[in-house]
């Protein structure tokens, strides 16, 4: 049932973002557009409510519990960066707006996935914080073990998208074409 609510936030969030985009550039109201936008992190509300609600009412904690956590810390961290991607995509295609820029090539790409890396490390803090304040609440040393699991998993998480990320970009480092 869990796993059905994060599906359902994260179908939610692009929803909630693409009417937005429509009401802003379609529709040319912006005040409601914004609201809109102001209203995202509720879904992300509501999934920590229902979570805790859930471990409140006796269920163990399971992988699902500590997915939502990290699902809201990567949420909060890069949500911005999904809004400004879409909005001049959006822009672009639907209300004749600027293209939107290419890939960074170059010591810029190196840059641009060395932020990335380090967004992805402050959304595992706020997923880690999110989890060690569940396990803080849980009373058996049992039930805590599938949301310690996430510490493995973040870790990991963090080493490969470094590598994948910036250490990638540096290794097989593109240059500008020249004209």
């Known amino acids: 049932m869990l796993y059905l609510l994060i599906v359902g936030c994260e179908i939610g969030f692009w929803l909630v973002l693409l009417l ?9 109201r912006e005040g409601a557009s914004r609201w809109l ?3 995202l992190p509720a879904i992300d509300l509501l999934l920590l409510a ?5 471990l409140h009412s006796g269920t163990a904690a399971t992988f699902a519990h500590g997915f939502a956590a990290v699902y809201v810390g990567f949420t909060v961290a890069f949500g911005a960066i999904a809004i400004r991607w879409a909005d001049v995509n959006f822009a672009h295609r639907f209300a004749g707006g600027a293209i939107p820029p290419p890939a ?6 190196v840059r641009h996935e060395l932020a990335l890396w380090l967004r992805s490390i402050v959304a595992w803090i706020i997923a880690l914080s999110l989890l060690e304040l569940m396990i803080a609440v849980l009373a058996d040393e ?17 080493f490969f998208w470094f590598v994948f990320g910036p250490l990638w970009s540096l290794i097989f480092f593109r240059r500008r074409a020249t004209v």
Do not use: E, M, N
């Open 20 to 28: 937005s985009l429509v009401v802003r550039y379609r529709l040319r």
């Open 37 to 39: 936008l102001r209203s």
């Open 50 to 54: 229902f979570t805790a609600l859930d």
């Open 104 to 109: 960074p090539t170059g010591w810029a790409a």
């Open 142 to 158: 049992a039930v805590k073990a599938p949301l310690r699991i996430w510490h493995q998993h973040a870790l990991g998480a963090v």
